[in-house]
């Protein structure tokens, strides 16, 4: 396995940083935040190319503003999108398909 690059590092270490983040929020909302998180990281891995450096600097300077907003604790809750449902049903249908 090769050394993981600034950029992955960075990536790797706000996406621990949100789920943290996740677990802190009341018990009945943690799993709602938790595929927001998800999601997000998700949907931005796969819309950006790795070659593009200043749009990875600009997600991650825009993810990390958003994680510091979502760690208030006035922040209890998160809307999840039917995008975000569908996107977590195909991905449990293919996990319980591999199985």
Excluded at 14 to 37: E, G, I, N
Excluded at 43 to 65: D, F, M, N, Y
Excluded at 70 to 81: A, G, L
Aim: glycine residues 2%.
């Amino acid at each position: 396995m090769s050394v993981p690059s600034g950029f992955q590092r960075e990536v790797l270490a706000l996406y621990r940083r949100a789920l943290r983040m996740a677990r802190t929020k009341p018990p009945h909302t943690q799993d709602k935040f938790s595929l927001f998180v998800r999601y997000m990281f998700h949907v931005q891995a796969s819309v950006v190319s790795p070659r593009k450096v200043s749009a990875i600097e600009h997600l991650l300077r825009r993810t990390r503003r958003q994680i510091e907003l979502y760690e208030n604790p006035s922040i209890r809750d998160c809307h999840i999108s039917q995008d975000m449902r569908d996107w977590e049903q195909s991905r449990r249908r293919c996990h319980s398909q591999a199985s």
